[in-house]
């Protein structure tokens, strides 16, 4: 071994590879000590929320929400069902309501509770709000419970409709069906009566 090499190997041994394990451990520490982090896809306006920053019933709220609003948003902006939501759908004022309650609505109420919850975290969920008799936390949650029940009404209203569009369609092709069928079985017993009284006539006229 040369002595270039020798030194490269030293290099590697003590330089470059002690480096490496120290930020290794610096990254790994700083994963396992950072905050736990809130991500809401159907919200993404609201980015990542630290775990801590929000009590349990808030972010129980916001869950539901999410996954309401998901469901939401394919049942009134994917309006020719092709799957996706594109140009080619209708924009109706449905969809405009629950797109500005989740990206924008929404958002501002958490962000304007995290205000108040960094200014003072106690202080939000206990002190009631001047002229009001509610605290920050329940004024959020009097928001969120607010949306939560008029996401409930849309979901129950379309499957309502969705509902009664089968009824109609089998009640449109027991019709189409039937009909024929009915018709079919009248002209069956119309002839038989015809061919009785053929029988009959001819009966007579051989007496």
């Not at 809130?38 to 801590?52: N, R, S, T, V, W």
């Not at 996401?151 to 509902?163: E, I, P, R, V, W």
């Not at 009785?196 to 009966?203: F, G, I, P």
Request: net charge negative; no cysteine.
């Amino acid at each position: 071994m040369t002595q270039v090499t020798a030194m490269f190997v030293m290099f590697i041994l003590y330089g470059v590879l002690p480096a490496a394990g120290l930020y290794l451990g610096y990254r790994g520490i700083k994963k396992v000590t950072a905050p736990k982090m809130l991500e809401y896809k159907a919200m993404p306006q609201l980015g990542y929320i630290p775990e801590k920053s929000l009590p349990t019933e808030v972010k129980t709220l916001l869950d539901k929400i999410n996954q309401k609003g998901e469901k939401l948003r394919v049942i009134y902006g994917d309006t020719n069902n092709d799957g996706k939501i594109d140009d080619t759908d209708t924009v109706t004022e449905t969809y405009i309501m629950i797109q500005n309650l989740m990206d924008k609505h929404i958002p501002q109420a958490v962000a304007d509770y995290r205000r108040l919850h960094d200014l003072d975290g106690q202080r939000a969920d206990t002190t009631k709000i001047k002229h009001s008799g509610v605290t920050g936390k329940e004024a959020l949650l009097e928001v969120l419970n607010t949306v939560d029940r008029q996401f409930d009404d849309l979901l129950d209203a379309s499957y309502h409709q969705d509902g009664q569009k089968l009824l109609v369609t089998n009640r449109y092709l027991q019709q189409r069906f039937d009909a024929p069928t009915t018709g079919s079985n009248t002209a069956r017993a119309s002839d038989i009566v015809i061919n009785e009284q053929a029988l009959s006539d001819k009966n007579e006229s051989q007496v």
